[in-house]
Antibody, heavy 118, light 107 residues
Framework: QVQLQESGPGLVKPSETLSLTCAVS?????????WGWIRQPPGKGLEWIGS???????YYNPSLKSRVTISLDTSKNQFSLKLSSVTAADTAVYYC???????????WGQGTMVTVSS | DIQMTQSPSSLSASVGDRVTITCRAS??????LAWFQQKPGKAPKSLIF???SLQSGVPSRFSGSGSGTDFTLTISSLQPEDFATYYC?????????FGGGTKVEIK
């Protein structure tokens, strides 16, 4: 069973950079999949942040593009999210997920809550 | 960006009821439409892809239809474990976008 597990700080100060990692087990991130991040503010809906392909091509939500970097770490079979200059509006549960090109996410991590506060 | 509009935003129903949720895209997305179910504190679970194809293991009481801009998710006979929030998502064009969600509550 393929598993994804998010990790990273649960509290980030305003103006700093949010950094999360998604460890992938029982699936190689170099295989023909895309690896994405989705977030959900408390009590609200889902927002796609971006995805990185198995070859390293990236696709970002234009609303976040100037602040987002998603990258692969093939040596550790994981991928990461960096979101800079965070504000309280970035407080959310952050999910990592796997999808094929032109298919929806089929495997999701359990999610990790990140709060932006001083 | 393609806007996805779901309706209703919430509904109350009883076990055994037939439930229909609609999703409208702001422009045509062919059939690149997925439905997800999310329970409190849990990650979304994929139910349907390509508008009408059931994911493996999803009960047959769930069905999807539509193409272009208008889509529906139907639960033929609501079960206790189906009380959750449902989201549609288009994956035809980046950025991928979700509907606002429909919360299905117990009547």
């Amino acid at each position: 069973q393929v598993q994804l597990q998010e990790s990273g700080p649960g509290l980030v100060k305003p103006s700093e950079t949010l950094s999360l990692t998604c460890a992938v087990s029982r699936s190689s991130i170099s295989s023909a999949y895309y690896w994405g991040w989705i977030r959900q503010p408390p009590g609200k809906g889902l927002e796609w942040i971006g995805s990185v392909s198995h070859s390293g091509s990236t696709y970002y939500n234009p609303s976040l593009k100037s602040r987002v970097t998603i990258s692969l770490d093939t040596s550790k079979n994981q991928f990461s999210l960096k979101l800079s200059s965070v504000t309280a509006a970035d407080t959310a549960v952050y999910y990592c997920a796997r999808h094929l090109e032109w298919e929806p996410a089929d495997i999701w991590g359990q999610g990790t809550m990140v709060t932006v506060s001083s | 960006d393609i806007q996805m509009t779901q309706s209703p935003s919430s509904l109350s129903a009883s076990v055994g009821d037939r439930v229909t949720i609609t999703c409208r895209a702001s422009q045509g997305i062919s059939n690149y439409l997925a439905w997800f179910q999310q329970k409190p504190g849990k990650a979304p679970k994929s139910l349907i892809f390509l508008a009408s194809s059931l994911q493996s293991g999803v009960p047959s009481r769930f069905s999807g239809s539509g193409s272009g801009t208008d889509f529906t998710l139907t639960i033929s006979s609501l079960q206790p474990e189906d009380f959750a929030t449902y989201y549609c998502q288009q994956y035809n064009i980046y950025p991928l976008t979700f509907g606002g969600g429909t919360k299905v509550e117990i009547k």
